[in-house]
Nanobody
Framework: QVQLVESGGGLVQPGGSLRLSCAAS????????VTWYRQTPGKQREMVAG???????NYADSVKGRFTISRDNAKNTMYLQMNSLKPEDTAVYYC?????????????WGQGTQVTVSS
């Protein structure tokens, strides 16, 4: 079995920073593309940032220049560094990873971590 566990969410003031982590464990052969999403009540889940296995990245326009996605393949852990946070960044953040187990690739989701930006 494979698990994705997110951590690092919390309450932060506008302008502050948080770093989210997404740790994968289990029978992992490799982790391919990883994407961070966020969701607020009543809205669809939206893509925030993505990173490929070769560390190419892409970002939603709303977070470009403020958020940075990265990965540590040795630790099977992915990160989302969030700077200059705004109240509109408040959401539950989820990581999604495409993980190879033996010869097949599966999509896994973490349980989500709450980020609240408020004074």
């Amino acid at each position: 079995q494979v698990q994705l566990v997110e951590s690092g969410g919390g309450l932060v003031q506008p302008g502050g920073s948080l770093r989210l982590s997404c740790a994968a464990s289990g029978r992992i052969r490799s982790i391919n593309a990883v994407t961070w999403y966020r969701q607020t009540p009543g809205k669809q889940r939206e893509m925030v940032a993505g990173i490929t296995s070769s560390s190419n990245t892409n970002y939603a326009d709303s977070v470009k220049g403020r958020f940075t996605i990265s990965r540590d393949n040795a630790k099977n852990t992915m990160y989302l560094q969030m700077n200059s946070l705004k109240p509109e960044d408040t959401a539950v953040y989820y990581c999604n990873a495409h993980i190879q187990i033996d010869s097949l690739v599966y999509s896994y989701w973490g349980q989500g971590t709450q980020v609240t930006v408020s004074s």
